[in-house]
DNA sequence: CTAATAGTGTCTATAAGACAGTATACT
DNA sequence: AGTATACTGTCTTATAGACACTATTAG
């Protein structure tokens, strides 16, 4: 049975995961303190290598690294891209498989170890690698998405309301969006159900709660149209 | 220094690409007689190992599987997404980093070996390896991209006229383009530049024959609403 | 002149945005 | 009652599609 060219120097198979959140203070991504060289101490994306004999995919390799670097599961895990090449990683020519991930906001000690440190997007620290490249393409992507889909409610709670939902979608999108509009959409998705009876806001009138429908859960809804037009 | 987990099984890392043409026949894949097992005589998507001697990338390995295998050169080559575990090739725990790419039909004889089989997208033979899926996924974004953008151009030849374009669109979506608003798209997007004075059309009217304008060669034009909209 | 395709002018339908109104809480 | 936010009704504007008209060629 013919082989791989064993002759080849090893091609160095990891996986690399982009975990935004969104608070007060914008987009945020996950970065770790990196425990061994290369870059040991400094901070860069949850990664690590892919390992066949525990792994089903790169994808369940992403989750596991997710699972032990960060202590949380993000029920959206979606592929980015592949990068590639013999300089990205200095020991050797690497192939890394990306995903992105979206989590709600966390309470503070909400089981992730101390070691995930949050960083505004649009204030990263110097990153090793090319995990700069990384993450610009991690929020192109996102924010590509977040025209026509879905996607930004994985960044709410369970339960939101509509002023909520829009807050996300212009914090992502980083505009202004249309109110009637907006409503109007999330209606004709049919994405969303009340949460009868439930209403929160404080001192004047409350919003209705709503949530994701269970038929909807854990995928996207795509819209033919642009979800969120400006205002 | 820490290396990789050399105890672990080696992980197979190969490149495929979906290569796509258009005829009077409809969209076309590039499929190849593979001449060594597994799968051997079968026929499968080009692709083959990553070179870490040779390649400077998984791109720049697509583009020269497809020179090696094809004899062919496209202009458009674009990362599709990376596919893995440890049962889609009988060798072992394998990552394939798909490719795919878009040329204008070719003159019968025009520099590709023999090998290569075009074969309808809708009438397949059974695919080896993931390929079949590979090959669903690979047409699912490039009709999904040649909504909002001037991906069909790429499978026009240098020079076309708007009639023919329409066609392609109509083509790869695999609906009715409306002919006043396909026309008003592409005058907006400012893409494409007339060869004055020259036409093309038989027995009736021709035709103005367009290209791409130079600024614009190579790299997509995106457009935020839908370039073909329905008639 | 006819036929057939290329290309345009313009009306209509639809969808998005603006804006102002009503609703409902707390003080 | 006042005020601030939630939500809605409706007018205006922008964009897409339908349709018919003109343009240009071959025969």
Redesign the pocket.
Known sequence: MPHPPVHSPTILCTVDVVLLTLTADGLQVALLVRDRAPHAGALALPGGFVRPTEDSGTRDAAARMLREKTGLHSPYLEQLATFSGPDRDPRGWSVSVVYYALVPPMAPDDGAPAAVEWHPVDRLPPLPFDHAEIVRQALARVRSKSQYSSLPVHLCGERF????LKLVYEAVLGE??????????M??LGMLE?MVGE?V?????????WRVKEAFRGELSL?????????
Request: aromatic letters at 2%; charged letters at 30%.
């Open positions: 309301t509509l002023p909520q202004r969006v249309n109110q009637v509009s907006f409503r109007r959409r209606d004709e009340p209403t806001g404080g001192a004047h009138r409350p919003a209705q709660v819209s033919e149209r642009v979800l969120a037009g400006r205002d």
